[in-house]
């Protein structure tokens, strides 16, 4: 594969907001490319236990889905060190994916909300210690303030004005 569809690729998972179809895509493409390399290496390391690829790859896909029958086992420590990375790394990709598709899911319904919405609240949009916030800031004080007056039992005064 050229070097700069790679890229191009990487760069559109990267920058726009991950769909449900594409999420698959990821994943798919991580647990194939994880399952055939660490299927190709143990058999490379552990010829004894492993007789052949496709028993590689058997093993690494009930490694990385943490299944593990126990039907293959890694008999030497090279082994079993591919195993260890294809748990880790399959545990770690799996947390990365998930917050990932979530981060995602919440921003693309953000968008989508917005033009319903209308404009998004100062909070929101603006800086922290902006102006915008300042005057949402005394808002709701003032509000407050109006219902501490009505709740209080003995509001005999006028409510306070700002």
Known sequence: MNVRILRRVLRRYTTQPLSARRAMRVIIAATTLTVV????????????SVPNVGVGMWWALQTATTVGYGDVVPSTSAGRLI??????????FLAIVTAWVTSSFVRRAQ???APMEGSASPAVTEDPGGPGVEALLRT???RL???EHAL????DRPPPTD
């Open 145 to 147: 303030r109006r219902i």
């Open 152 to 155: 209080d039992l003995g509001a």
């Open 37 to 48: 390399i660490g299927g190709v290496l143990i058999r490379l390391v552990d010829e004894r």
């Open 83 to 92: 195993g260890s990375f294809i748990m880790l790394e399959s545990i770690a």
């Open 140 to 142: 709701i004080d003032a």
């Open 111 to 113: 968008l989508e909300r």
